[in-house]
């Protein structure tokens, strides 16, 4: 079953426009949130991260809200450029300290 | 260094074969991570080792054998692999277990025949 989800395989964007990714989660454990980027033939790369007492966390263009109620997390990329064109995965923890859970990803694509 | 270094990047193996994936960090970072990634899917934890010790086995077969000799080290053995094992293997280190950010590795690409 799983616990963090990314319903949406994938999201086009033109550059210069808002992206945003969602991502919901099950698990009511879970108090840790990140976002990573990967590129083809890369490993995962960190993005940004929120925890669960927190609603929202800004990075540069990255912004990161969280809705406990709704156990659901949203990344807006803004402006999206080009380069932003990766899979984003979204994962969480919990307060016992396992690592990662991952979601499925979430294709972007980000067109000049 | 931020680097999570995995050699080799790729590797083909036959069934029979024992062969083994490496990784390196030297960041001071104390707990080391295997993940298993198939295609179109998350990455899955494998294993975690938090001080050189193993606090975290997901159920994996036995044909994969984990080892961290020191610190900076994480060995993943394989040994009589099945094709669906064919994945990429990810190397992650993270300053302490628990919620902290993962640092990943490039990966390794396994091919099993």
């Known amino acids: 079953d799983q616990q963090v989800k990314q319903n949406s395989p994938s999201l086009s964007v033109q550059e210069g426009r808002i992206s945003i990714l969602n991502c919901d989660y099950t698990n009511s454990m879970f108090d840790y949130f990140l976002w990573y980027k990967k590129y083809p033939a890369e490993g995962p790369t960190f993005l940004i991260s929120?925890?669960?007492?927190?609603d929202k966390n800004e990075d540069g263009r990255f912004t990161v809200f969280l809705n406990k109620s709704a156990k659901h997390l949203s990344l807006h990329i803004v402006p999206s450029q080009p380069g932003d064109s990766a899979v984003y995965f979204c994962?969480?923890?919990?307060?016992?300290?396992?690592?990662?859970?991952f979601g499925k990803g979430t294709t972007l694509s980000v067109s000049s | 260094d931020t680097e999570v270094t995995q050699t080799p990047k790729h590797l083909v193996m036959g069934m029979t074969n024992k062969k083994s994936l490496k990784c390196e960090q030297h960041?001071?970072?104390?707990?080391m991570y295997w993940y298993k990634q198939k295609a179109k899917k998350p990455p899955e934890l494998m294993f975690v080792y938090s001080y050189e010790k193993l606090s975290i086995n997901e159920s994996v077969p036995s044909r994969f054998s984990p080892e961290c000799p020191n610190s900076s080290l994480l060995n993943l053995h394989l040994h009589a692999l099945q094709p669906e094992d064919s994945a990429l293997y990810l190397c992650?280190?993270?300053?302490?277990?628990?919620?902290?950010?993962?640092?990943f590795g490039a990966g390794s690409r396994l091919t099993v025949l």
């Open positions: 929120i925890s669960s007492i927190k």
């Open positions: 994962a969480a923890s919990d307060q016992a300290g396992t690592a990662l859970i």
């Open positions: 960041m001071g970072h104390r707990a």
């Open positions: 992650a280190s993270s300053v302490g277990s628990g919620a902290n950010v993962l640092t």
